[in-house]
T-cell receptor, first 110, second 117 residues
Framework: DAKTTQPNSMESNEEEPVHLPCNHS???????IHWYRQLPSQGPEYVIH???SNVNNRMASLAIAEDRKSSTLILHRATLRDAAVYYC???????????FGTGTRLTIIP | GAVVSQHPSWVICKSGTSVKIECRSL??????MFWYRQFPKQSLMLMAT?????????EQGVEKDKFLINHASLTLSTLTVTSAHPEDSSFYIC?????????????FGAGTRLSVL
């Protein structure tokens, strides 16, 4: 699976949009981009995933670059409950395993 | 949405004893479940993949005889830490693969914090 690079930490003000970047320059054509988040002392939570097109769900939006070498998770209006470690994972559709990197620790400032 | 329940959420045991952790998929059948371990300030590390009705597949470096995994039904997988020692103290997390899609979405339990004295 392709390696991902994320900033170690980010801060954002409450009620502001948050853009969490992820680089995955070695992604292949059959790799999906997954985002999970882990709140303190909890198991990870699925956020969103995509292949080529931008995706929206009730939690977030996923913007995928045209060359697929990077993506951005967008939280449209951050709340204190969005403070978590966000993991960007690239996994081939034929591979059941998810490999977690170090993720981005998001701090929300009231 | 898919719900995975993990029990217990927290356990303290004496060194040398065994501890069993249960992972249940509440509203779907999970043919494949996964067990992870997470040490403080670190990321999740996959320990093993559990398939219903067959033996688990362990990641390199994980002791099969120490971490016994049973996946006897489509809704239950168990992890038994045998003869636990202080270095086994960690946060253990299970997940279940979404049976509907083929994008390999996983749904996670809340985790079990194990402290071995």
């Amino acid at each position: 699976d392709a390696k991902t690079t994320q900033p170690n930490s980010m801060e954002s003000n409450e009620e502001e949009p948050v853009h969490l970047p992820c680089n995955h320059s070695t992604i292949s054509g059959t790799d999906y981009i997954h985002w999970y988040r882990q709140l303190p002392s909890q198991g990870p939570e699925y956020v969103i995933h995509g292949l080529t097109s931008n995706v929206n769900n009730r939690m977030a939006s996923l913007a995928i670059a045209e060359d697929r070498k990077s993506s951005t998770l967008i939280l449209h209006r951050a709340t204190l409950r969005d403070a978590a470690v966000y993991y960007c994972i690239v996994a081939n559709f034929g591979n059941e395993k998810l490999t977690f990197g170090t993720g981005t620790r998001l701090t929300i400032i009231p | 949405g898919a719900v995975v329940s993990q029990h217990p959420s927290w356990v303290i045991c004496k060194s040398g004893t065994s501890v069993k952790i249960e992972c249940r998929s509440l509203d779907f059948q999970a043919t494949t479940m996964f067990w992870y371990r997470q040490f403080p300030k670190q990321s999740l590390m996959l320990m093993a993949t559990s398939n219903e009705g067959s033996k688990a597949t362990y990641e390199q470096g994980v002791e099969k005889d120490k971490f016994l995994i049973n996946h006897a039904s489509l809704t239950l997988s168990t992890l038994t830490v045998t003869s636990a020692h202080p270095e086994d103290s960690s946060f253990y997390i299970c997940s279940a693969r979404d049976p509907e899609g083929w994008e390999n979405i996983q749904y996670f339990g809340a985790g079990t914090r194990l402290s071995v004295l």
